[in-house]
Antibody, heavy 122, light 107 residues
Framework: EVQLVESGGGLVQPGRSLRLSCTAS????????MSWFRQAPGKGLEWVGL??????????EYAASVKGRFTISRDDSKSIAYLQMNSLTTEDTAVYYC?????????????WGQGTLVTVSS | DIQMTQSPSSLSASVGDRVTITCRAS??????LNWYQQKPGKAPKLLIY???SLQSGVPSRFSGSGSGTHFTLTISSLQPEDFATYYC?????????FGGGTKVEIK
């Protein structure tokens, strides 16, 4: 059974950093691109960024709102994707989800984690 | 970046109604359009991919159509479990984007 579990969320002060993890099981993690999304309270879904599989160069893409502040990485040996978030602002307060590509390069998402809440507040 | 616009942002409907939600892209995205359903406190669920392909396990009352810049999601006969928020998402460009969502409420 495919499972994605996000962790690392919590309360953080503006300007600080936080790293989220997405631990995967039930599939060959290294074969899939992984994406991060977020949803601010009462708002819609926002794509944050993605990391391609090593077969596609392991390259990353980011939304304009987080580019230069957020970094996505992966450890295929541990089946974990990471979202490093720096210079956080109150606008980054949201539930953060990870998801995997339905098939390589599809950029659509069949399995999602349950989400982890990040609250940026002083 | 490609912008996705959904309409309406919300609607009220009764069980058994036919419901149609529209999604427009700011430029042609061919058929690279997907639909998700989200219920409160839950992760999104993939319903339709590449404009008209029904995801496995999704009831056949859901259907999608369109290409280029104009797409629709139709629920042929609304059921109680369909009250949720629906999002379109373009997968044409690497910089992915969602529509703003359509909340389907009980009339």
């Amino acid at each position: 059974e495919v499972q994605l579990v996000e962790s690392g969320g919590g309360l953080v002060q503006p300007g600080r950093s936080l790293r989220l993890s997405c631990t995967a099981s039930g599939f060959t993690f290294g074969d899939y691109a992984m994406s991060w999304f977020r949803q601010a309270p009462g708002k819609g879904l926002e794509w944050v960024g993605l990391i391609r599989s090593k077969a596609y160069g392991g390259t990353t893409e980011y939304a304009a709102s987080v580019k230069g502040r957020f970094t996505i990485s992966r450890d295929d040996s541990k089946s974990i994707a990471y979202l490093q978030m720096n210079s956080l602002t109150t606008e980054d307060t949201a539930v953060y989800y990870c998801s995997r590509d339905y098939w390589s390069g599809s950029n659509l998402f069949d399995y999602w984690g349950q989400g982890t809440l990040v609250t940026v507040s002083s | 970046d490609i912008q996705m616009t959904q309409s309406p942002s919300s609607l009220s409907a009764s069980v058994g109604d036919r419901v149609t939600i529209t999604c427009r892209a700011s430029q042609s995205i061919s058929s690279y359009l997907n639909w998700y359903q989200q219920k409160p406190g839950k992760a999104p669920k993939l319903l339709i991919y590449t404009a008209s392909s029904l995801q496995s396990g999704v009831p056949s009352r859901f259907s999608g159509s369109g290409s280029g810049t104009h797409f629709t999601l139709t629920i042929s006969s609304l059921q109680p479990e369909d009250f949720a928020t629906y999002y379109c998402q373009q997968s044409f460009s690497a910089r992915l984007a969602f529509g703003g969502g359509t909340k389907v409420e009980i009339k």
